[in-house]
């Protein structure tokens, strides 16, 4: 069974969801948001790792898609949050209707999520909702944390890790745990999934650290150095500020004053790969993919792990 | 045991709660808005039904704050949809802080009101969990519902109705509902208190709409006529239109555009009482309030009824 495969499934569940018509303008952005597409990324890695636990993925289904439900939920959240127009090229939630109808959808998304996850057998339903309950706490206070990172002086590496870890990598460490749960694994291997999905996710956001400034603008498919036209605090510039300091030098401060945006993107660039930033950070990504991939090699299941191999190729395939 | 009793309960358990600290900006508007005060009418009924049906207070006790927080959530996103400055005299979530941390806090809040819920053994969790997952749906439904009818022409009576079940009521019906299942009543008992707690609720939505025109206002604790200031679509104005329309007059309309509002306040009283509205929604009233003791009354329990009858004339001592 390869990617598309699973994919193909989640998208079948997607478009047969018969979510209720009324009230229109509560159930039309749910259906309009949930069609925009993207990786489904963390359903398809539920139904591969029930799979790879031994049994059918449609036992994990349901799961699956609360996982993909809760996800866009804090998407819809997180846009209106981010005033963001656009996602996957199409109006946000509250740009399309408005900032009500969005938190109003996006509430009862999360709610639909939970109702998803209920349908599950009882006999895994508490282990389900526990680490689902967790990680949806967790996801919440890594948006906190980012948000806070904005208007706070000082980052340490260790927090900017932490955030990430919190807003994006748990999530996919509990679309694993889900498949191993529902395949009845034991909390030795429960645990290792976890962990291999944490440590993926943040080796995936680094990449996306990276990739934002260092990327080809047509494989990435976005403008390039958003991070730094709007001055966010990214790894890069974390471990920039860090050796600006021991150098004694305010280049980094000089940038961030810059009002030629492209310009500015331009010599950013040439800073960091002067001061070797741009190296620092790509070994903090192989810290993070080494880790992972240890953790699931060192999963003792004779079951094949291509299929989520073949996930871990396709996350980092851009640039890998 | 008396109202005070439960309620000193529920207090005593939510200053003790023992929230997370950090991030200090998504945990410290929940104590605050957690702390605010309010009836805790619905953690109370749950409580208080739990006993009824026979089983220790104590037994319910997560399942009661469950709601509690639900409740809560509620209020924080509807606050900030209804751009509401106050609450219970002081500031909103999003007056306070600003509204993505009233975003954010409300929707982890949900969570921890499943949390809570997940507390509960697991003999009664599936039970609760799917009446809880079907009542927050149904609560955001009434919302949207609530805001459609902003700027829908016409809204009947009996959308009306519907639209105040949703809302409000079948949260008190969960809340109590919640006990019966703790005290593991039969599905006849839990179908009849949740009815009795819904009938009861849409009665005391209406009683609101009542007072909120006719009330005492140092009883009611608020200016008198905010709904007609600001030309809500309430069971007292849907009664008069219906009227105004057989009778042919556009008095109704004229009232509505009356620019100042303590006239409009006044003259749209005068109207009521002639035309015979305040009547006629004292009849709708005293349906739902009926029906609530009707069902409450063949529910074929040995315990006492006392403490839930006292909620009953709490809620609506103020006129009733």
Request: aromatic share 10%; glycine share 6%.
């Amino acid at each position: 069974m390869n990617l598309n495969f699973y994919l193909d499934k989640v998208e079948a569940e997607i478009s047969n969801l018969g979510l209720p018509v009324k009230p229109e303008r509560l159930y039309s952005p749910l259906n309009y948001f949930l069609n925009l597409g993207g990786k489904r990324l963390r359903p398809v890695l539920t139904l591969i790792a029930t799979e790879f636990g031994g049994h059918s993925f449609q036992k994990s289904m349901d799961a699956a898609l609360a996982i993909e439900f809760f996800h866009n939920f804090t998407l819809i959240h997180d846009d209106i949050m981010d005033e963001a127009p656009l996602r996957r090229g199409l109006p946000t939630v509250h740009e399309k209707w408005n900032q009500n109808v969005a938190i109003l959808s996006g509430d009862v998304l999360l709610v639909k999520a939970y109702q998803l996850l209920s349908n599950q057998s009882k006999e895994h339903f508490s282990d389900l909702i526990w680490l689902f309950n967790k990680t949806a706490v967790e996801v919440c206070e890594g948006q906190q944390l980012d948000m806070d990172f904005e208007s706070q002086d000082q980052v340490t590496i260790d927090e900017y890790i932490e955030m990430i870890r919190l807003k994006t990598s748990v999530l996919l460490g509990c679309a694993l745990e889900f498949g191993f749960i529902v395949s009845n694994q034991n909390k030795e291997n429960r645990d290792k999934i976890y962990s291999f999905g944490v440590n993926l996710g943040i080796a995936f956001q680094i990449q996306d650290d990276l990739l934002d400034l260092f990327g080809d603008p047509e494989k990435v498919g976005k403008q390039i150095g958003g991070d730094v036209k709007s001055n966010k605090k990214t790894l890069l510039y974390l471990l920039a500020e860090e050796k600006s300091k021991s150098n004694s030098t305010n280049e980094l401060d000089s940038l961030k004053n810059m009002t030629d945006l492209d310009l500015r993107v331009q010599k950013t660039k040439e800073l960091y790969l002067k001061i070797g930033v741009l190296e620092e950070a790509k070994k903090y990504q192989e810290k993070y993919y080494q880790k992972a991939l240890e953790t699931l090699n060192s999963i003792e299941i004779s079951n094949s792990k291509n299929a989520l191999m073949e996930v871990v190729e396709f996350l980092f395939n851009r640039e890998h």
